[in-house]
């Protein structure tokens, strides 16, 4: 489907191998909404015509039980800018919903669905892990759904406390995605799936936050001709950063140890941390463990710390075409025309991509630690 300034999406879809839509279903397609958060997992919707026309019009609505549109159908969205193909989605369609047409609007079909995490999360299971500490573990998790074209990337922990059998055994009581954000969540990880390189792939991350490596090309604002951002404004969330301080009891020597985090370890993206500028102001918590050991307490009490440092939040819309990519979150990207103050590296949160025939909007949020440019230098749009 072409979209317009160079803009085409592809739809593949079906129950066992994605294939594209029929012509038919193809003309059909209206719209299309696709959400990717670095908290929660990605959706997706389209929105087709039902109207019913052709001499199987009284039979039944296009979008029947042999749709390849119907429930636990694989659908993969592909963007192409020019003649660079991107994979936009790559999920799992878990409701449709039909609006039959009234006098003054047409009928339509309604797919929607998550990210093919869906699949980690059909079915509850009661496991032991025994010997194995967080890393392994996930690894044993993830491995059956290579064949499901999910590949893992798995990034090991800053701290390692490998189990003894006789001391504790680790057990799983939930789905394999619940028990991931889990054991993600003791270390300050995140997990979520990306879509790519190629339809029908996707690699499942679990591991920090990505802050270093190259950003995304910049969002330009208020800068003429070259500003492909439509919208955006800046706020300053003070109640986020926190420091956590408290005590845990050994459970091998039965000591009390002192657990201290105060500064976030995550690598800076503001020249002026707001945590660091405001360090006699910002929440103090404590922190609320039973028995535990120190070194694993104070992973937890460091990874609640990291959590809350990124007191800048940005929020805007930016136009698809002259932008000229997707723009991903869990990532960097800069953002330049903003003054100093805003401008420079920031880490994305969330991005909304809306598109429709003759228009492709990315809204998006933003985040980072401090106010301030670190770098000098942002890689400019391609368009």
Not at 132 to 138: E, G, M, S
Not at 259 to 287: E, I, M, S, T, Y
């Amino acid at each position: 489907m072409l979209l317009g300034s160079g803009l085409r999406l592809t739809i593949l879809a079906g129950r066992t191998l994605p294939l594209p839509l029929t012509v038919d279903l193809v003309q059909r397609w209206r719209s299309a909404r696709i959400t990717e958060s670095d908290e929660e997992r990605s959706a997706f919707s389209l929105v087709f015509d039902a109207g019913r026309a052709g001499p199987l019009a009284a039979a039944d609505n296009p979008f029947g039980l042999t749709s390849p549109l119907a429930p636990f159908a694989r659908v993969v969205l592909v963007l192409t800018f020019g003649v660079v193909p991107q994979v936009l989605f790559d999920g799992i369609v878990t409701e449709t919903r039909l609006a039959p047409g009234t006098g003054t609007q047409g009928a339509t079909f309604t797919v929607t669905g998550e990210d093919v995490g869906n699949l980690l999360h059909r079915e509850e299971r009661d496991v032991e892990h025994p010997a194995l500490d967080d890393y392994p573990t996930v690894l044993t998790i993830l491995a059956p759904y290579a064949a499901q074209g999910i590949l893992p990337k798995v990034i090991p922990p800053p701290v390692m406390d490998p189990p003894l059998p006789i001391d504790r055994i680790p057990t799983q009581h939930g789905t394999d995605l619940e028990h991931l954000a889990d054991l993600a969540e003791r270390h300050g990880y995140v997990t979520y799936v990306d879509p790519g390189p190629l339809p029908g792939i996707s690699t499942f991350y679990w591991g920090p936050p990505v802050r270093i490596g190259p950003p995304q090309p910049a969002l330009a604002v208020d800068l003429g001709s070259d500003s492909n951002v439509e919208e955006v404004s800046f706020r300053t969330d003070a109640t986020r950063p926190a420091t956590v301080t408290g005590a845990v009891r050994d459970r091998r020597t039965g000591l009390d140890l002192p657990v201290a985090a105060v500064a976030p370890l995550r690598p800076p993206l503001g020249a002026v941390p707001f945590a660091l500028a405001n360090a006699g102001d910002v929440r103090r918590q404590r922190l609320r463990e039973g028995t535990s050991d120190g070194v694993t307490a104070l992973a937890r009490a460091q990874s609640q710390v990291d959590r809350g440092a990124d007191a800048l939040v940005a929020e805007g819309t930016a136009d698809g075409a002259r932008y000229g990519a997707v723009l991903r979150p869990r990532g960097l990207v800069g953002v330049r025309g903003a003054g100093w103050t805003h401008d420079g590296l920031w880490y994305v949160r969330q991005v909304e991509h809306d598109i429709a025939f003759g228009g492709y909007r990315q809204a998006f949020t933003l985040a980072r630690d401090g106010h301030g440019a670190t770098t000098p230098v942002l890689p400019r749009s391609p368009r």
